[in-house]
């Protein structure tokens, strides 16, 4: 069953603490480095986003600080509304519109808007229809638009189960599990890896997908509290973008991020 807007709306609080935490801060600076990098030289001029299932703005926020049009969709209407506080605190309130709604069922004229940028980011794991999805966004994208896509990495459980809970066995069980539990959102969570999203991708016509690993060694570094240490911190924010694009290290990562260009016409 998909997740009621209820289960989200119900846990902002820990979910802002989430984002404020090191690992939150470092999956957007993650996200927002790999998408620079998948735009090249299109990042310099203004461009239209979609971020579907976008929640409260963390991603469309940092977008809109740097000169881009976001338009932002949530069927979770407290998330929504954090969005749009957010993006009036930071004085971006006319780079960012937020809309309410469910991501299979667009309003047409957003479905048919030929977005320059669509953004998928942790949404697959709360859905069962992972191709839906992904075909859904890609109907919102131009031709040649960049798409990017995040989720929990499925290779990554059995071994954060071993590393952080010491837990052999239920790593061992694990290995073949394509769920778990969230623990911010009272939720279940799909796992998926970055090859099977891969292949959908390249099924509904992209190319040129990029596969970037998202918090590669954060997650398996025990020790929490030194995270938030500032210059521990720095050290790890460092590392973390020298290994986002390093082959093999994403696909251990605890999430992954795919970019991929929609084929021309
Ligand atoms: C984990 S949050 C991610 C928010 C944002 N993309 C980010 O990464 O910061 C998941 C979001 O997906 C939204 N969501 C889940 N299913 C949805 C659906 N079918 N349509 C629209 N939004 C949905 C939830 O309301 C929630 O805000």
């Not at 603490?17 to 957007?28: I, T």
Request: aromatic share 6%; glycine share 6%.
């Amino acid at each position: 069953m998909p997740e009621t807007a209820e289960t989200f709306d119900d846990a902002m609080s820990r979910w802002r603490e989430w984002q404020e935490a090191p690992w939150g801060r470092l999956r957007y600076t993650l996200a927002e480095a790999n998408l620079l990098r998948s735009l090249g030289e299109d990042a310099a001029r203004p461009l239209r986003v979609l971020d579907l299932a976008g929640g409260d703005g963390g991603d469309a926020v940092r977008l809109a600080a740097l000169g881009h049009h976001v338009t932002v969709v949530d069927q979770a209407p407290a998330m929504l509304a954090a969005a749009a506080g957010r993006a009036e605190a930071a004085g971006l309130g006319a780079l960012v519109t937020c809309v309410q709604a469910d991501v299979l069922a667009l309003p047409a004229d957003l479905a048919r808007a030929g977005f320059d940028v669509v953004l998928c980011h942790n949404l697959l794991q709360y859905v069962d229809d992972v191709r839906a999805v992904l075909a859904t966004s890609l109907t919102s994208l131009r031709p040649g638009g960049l798409f990017s896509v995040m989720a929990v990495n499925r290779h990554a459980a059995p071994l954060l189960t071993a590393v952080r809970e010491g837990d052999l066995a239920a790593a061992l069980a694990s290995l073949d599990a394509d769920r778990t539990r969230a623990r911010t959102f009272d939720a279940e969570l799909r796992l998926y890896t970055a090859e099977e999203t891969t292949a959908h991708l390249a099924a509904l016509g992209c190319r040129d997908v990029c596969h970037y690993g998202i918090r590669s060694v954060c997650d398996h570094l025990t020790d929490d509290a030194r995270k938030y240490e500032p210059a521990y911190y720095a050290e790890l924010e460092r590392l973390e973008l020298a290994l986002t694009a390093r082959h093999p290290y994403p696909h251990t990562a605890r999430l992954f991020q795919l970019t991929a260009r929609k084929e021309q016409g």
